[in-house]
């Protein structure tokens, strides 16, 4: 919350802190601080009020925001040279980053907080299905040329939360023989799904 209000602060021009501009912005305009970096921390902040360390969606949505999104930015403006044939602005590596970052992220932070006991485990592997998929349907989301109407610290995680909250069985109804065929029908679509896009990439890489 602080961080949101030292954002909207400084963004809005009612406290001068060019260090922060500098640090956070892209551009050098303070204006900048009211899109991506607020959307980011409005994301946090809400995975935590209302997820918590209770429901995976937020650890998910979190995830595919920082490992994915923000792993795409790095590996795309590095090695971003082959195109999206629908969106100029963004690469093969990119996406193929977003959905191996997000994917890895969101599978070690559930991981972890289920040997925390913070919430009932999952079979493994049909977890990583559904998190595969998940991974996905954020990767083809934040590939799309849509910033302009939903900046996609919003987009990515917001379908990230709501497809993990119809994909993984939640803790609180969580019935071990319902949730295991559920999720294992789900992981092995996901693994299915989600192998088949990185065949795409990876083609599409070949090809530039
Ligand atoms: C620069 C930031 C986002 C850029 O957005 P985009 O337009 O490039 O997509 C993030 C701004 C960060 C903020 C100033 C401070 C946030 C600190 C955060 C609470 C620390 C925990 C983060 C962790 C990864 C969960
Ligand atoms: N799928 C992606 C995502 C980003 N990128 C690269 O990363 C840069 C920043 O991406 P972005 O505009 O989505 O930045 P964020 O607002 O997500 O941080 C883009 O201009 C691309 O150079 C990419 O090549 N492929």
Same mark, same amino acid.
């Given at each position: 919350m602080l961080n949101f209000a030292r954002l909207f602060a400084v963004g809005t021009g009612l406290v001068s802190d060019p260090g922060l501009v500098q640090s956070v $912005?892209?551009? %050098?305009?303070?204006?900048?601080? &009211?899109?991506?970096?607020?959307?980011?921390?409005?994301?946090?902040?809400a995975a935590t009020v209302l997820c918590w360390?209770?429901? *995976?969606?937020?650890?998910?949505?979190?995830?595919?925001?920082?490992? !994915?999104d923000g792993l795409?930015?790095?590996? %795309?403006r590095r090695w971003g040279?082959?195109?999206? *044939?629908?969106?100029? $602005?963004? =690469?093969? @590596? %990119? =996406?193929?980053?977003?959905?191996?970052?997000?994917?890895?992220?969101?599978?070690?932070?559930?991981?972890?907080?289920? =040997?925390? !006991?913070?919430?009932?485990?999952? *079979?493994?592997? @049909?977890?990583? %299905?559904?998190? !595969?998929?998940?991974?996905?349907?954020?990767?083809?989301v934040e590939s799309l040329p849509?910033?302009?109407?939903?900046?996609?610290?919003? =987009?990515?995680? !917001?379908?990230?939360?709501? &497809?993990?909250l119809l994909l993984l069985p939640q803790p609180a109804d969580m019935v071990a023989t319902a949730a295991a065929a559920a999720a294992s029908s789900a992981g092995a679509a996901g693994l299915a799904v989600a192998a088949a896009a990185a065949t795409g990439a990876a083609v599409g890489l070949a090809g530039a």
């Open positions: $912005s892209r551009s %050098g305009d303070r204006t900048e601080l &009211l899109k991506g970096p607020l959307f980011y921390v409005v994301t946090l902040v360390r209770d429901n *995976p969606a937020g650890l998910i949505a979190v995830a595919m925001m920082c490992g !994915g795409a930015d790095i590996v %795309g040279g082959a195109k999206l *044939p629908y969106n100029s $602005s963004k =690469s093969w @590596a %990119g =996406s193929v980053a977003m959905l191996l970052g997000g994917w890895g992220m969101s599978y070690g932070l559930i991981t972890l907080f289920c =040997s925390l !006991g913070f919430f009932a485990c999952y *079979p493994p592997s @049909a977890m990583l %299905g559904c998190l !595969g998929a998940v991974a996905l349907a954020a990767t083809l849509i910033n302009q109407y939903v900046d996609d610290n919003v =987009s990515v995680p !917001g379908v990230a939360a709501l &497809l993990s």
